[in-house]
């Protein structure tokens, strides 16, 4: 497999955010591609994800784009600037919006490849895991189904969880 990962910079709410995505070659012979957020934990990073996840061998072999996201800093009392997804939980402080950052990656990705609007994806590990539900809850008009590892829903997210649709949810803990 080649090594098909651009890094996309831009600014919102403020703050520089990016994201890497992996394409797998010949790509964009492909229609309705189906889009995976893979979305790094409490602390981490979109590269180290790349690292640990092995996703790019799974897109090359079933013809899906992979976006890896980064978290944007946090500072708190108790941490000081860890990377984070805004999901409730531990996380209540931050007035980061990672629901609207998704959104605009959607629609980002709509616009430079054929991706399948009703096959986007999101998975994620600990708070990844978190915003991963939060996504089902906050963006389900543009997320099918999501795969938590390690992290569930938070209780903001629950209390405010209204679906467009019903959501398939993969948990793994």
């Known amino acids: 497999a080649g090594i098909n990962i651009e890094r996309c910079t831009f600014t919102h709410g403020s703050i520089e955010r990016y994201y890497l995505i992996y394409t797998p070659l010949n790509i964009d012979q492909k229609t309705n591609i189906p889009l995976l957020f893979s979305l790094h934990g409490y602390g981490g990073s979109a590269i180290r994800n790349i690292e640990y996840t092995n996703f790019r061998s799974i897109a090359d072999s079933n013809d899906f784009i992979v976006i890896f996201p980064q978290g944007a800093p946090y500072t708190s009392q108790l941490v000081s600037s860890s990377s984070h997804w805004n999901s409730g939980g531990w996380t209540t402080g931050s007035n980061v919006d990672d629901v609207d950052f998704i959104d605009t990656i959607i629609d ?7 991706i399948d609007p009703n096959r986007v994806y999101s998975t994620g590990m600990s708070n990844g895991g978190f915003m991963s539900y939060h996504l089902a809850c906050n963006l389900s008009s543009k997320i099918a189904a999501i795969a938590s590892v390690t992290g569930s829903m938070t ?19």
Request: hydrophobic share 20%; aromatic share 12%.
């Open 155 to 173: 209780f903001e997210t629950y209390d405010d969880c209204n679906p467009s649709h019903p959501t398939s949810v993969l948990q793994i803990h």
């Open 108 to 114: 980002q990705s709509l616009t430079k490849y054929d």
